[in-house]
């Protein structure tokens, strides 16, 4: 039997619904030169997707492993194990698949000589006003200054696991992904970059992430988010760049302009307003939403604040204090 293309990997902790929704996605494909494989890492019984993976195993080629919880990147180098394609695809599984992504990756791969790529994610039009405003605080250029699917860095892209594909021999090559807690994919496309590989961002690669988060969740998954920015820097030196601590400076400069706003001057307040206000009106123009503008707001305050702090206090305690292993809201690998 002839091995197909790509390996769709999928590591999954007690969302059976997601992966019957990414699942159903996926049988809409124009193209099926792929294979899936889902990775249970672990699931709490009643919470596995063993029965919704059975219900599509007539629609796609699928495989279903389980195996003890150890985090999305053991789930990862555990799938890529058993994959048979060309390629290794990596998605979460709270994502959605837009039908064209095979046929483009397919035809990207043609036209492009490379060993690694990712694509960028969006909001579909059926998720709630939270997920669009989350969505919106992480994609876009006034609050991560556009580095998850900037045009200008086709070519110097690093993907993250919500949406990679990576041959399997350089996979191998590489040893897989780490054992760091968060920020893994970020240290994955590195050591591939470091490895004298290429990496491209494909454009019309894109899919719908769905990010089931509260505004106290996300807070928390950017935190680690901030903390894994220092240790990756101490693994790659050279890779902190000045947008990552644009974060760290609002938090910062929020904190003087409340403290000289409560003390000396009110109006010391305004830069803050004025912020939100723009933030506001570009959500809104851009999601067609008052509401989900509004609620973009208090998510890009989120997640500045909640990165800036997490490297904030990530740079404290490792690099100053010394306390090389040291994490944060550990309570579960999964966002």
């Known amino acids: 039997m002839k091995s197909p293309l790509f390996s769709i990997v999928i590591p999954v902790y007690n969302r059976p619904q997601e992966v019957q929704e990414l699942l159903e996605s996926l049988t809409y494909q124009k193209s099926h030169d792929f294979e899936v494989i889902i990775v249970e890492d672990g699931s709490q019984s009643g919470q596995k997707c063993d029965k919704v993976v059975k219900s599509y195993a007539n629609r796609l080629d699928i495989s279903y492993y389980e195996k003890e919880n150890g985090g999305p990147a053991a789930a990862r180098n555990f799938g890529a194990v058993k994959a048979q394609g060309k390629w290794l695809v990596f998605f979460d599984s709270d994502c959605l698949i837009p039908e064209q992504y095979i046929t483009n990756a397919t035809k990207e791969l043609q036209d492009h000589d490379c060993q690694l790529f990712g694509g960028a994610d969006r909001s579909h039009p059926s998720f709630t006003p939270l997920q669009k405003a989350i969505d919106y605080s ?130 010391a ?24 503008g509004a609620l973009a707001v208090a998510a890009s305050f989120t997640q500045l604040t909640g990165y800036g702090s997490g490297l904030i206090a990530g740079w404290w305690n490792i690099c100053i204090r010394g306390r090389h292993d040291w994490a944060a809201f550990t309570k579960n690998f999964y966002r």
Request: aromatic share 12%; charged share 20%.
């Open 138 to 267: 992480m994609t876009s250029i006034l609050t991560t200054g556009g580095i998850r699917g900037n045009k200008k860095s086709a070519d110097k892209f690093y993907p993250r696991t919500f949406n990679m594909g990576i041959r399997k021999e350089v996979f191998d090559q590489i040893g897989g992904f780490s054992n760091m807690r968060f920020g893994e994919d970020v240290d994955f496309s590195y050591k591939v970059k470091e490895g004298g590989y290429d990496s491209r961002l494909f454009h019309e690669n894109w899919v719908y992430h769905k990010r089931r988060n509260t505004f106290r969740t996300f807070f928390k998954q950017v935190f680690n988010s901030g903390i894994a920015r220092i240790h990756l820097t101490r693994r790659h030196p050279g890779t902190l760049k000045i947008v990552h601590l644009l974060p760290s400076a609002f938090v910062l400069g929020s904190l003087f302009l409340i403290a000289v706003a409560l003390t000396i001057c009110p109006w």
């Open 269 to 292: 307040i305004t830069p803050l307003l004025l912020l939100a206000m723009i933030l506001w009106a570009d959500a809104t123009l851009r999601t067609k939403s008052l509401c989900t």
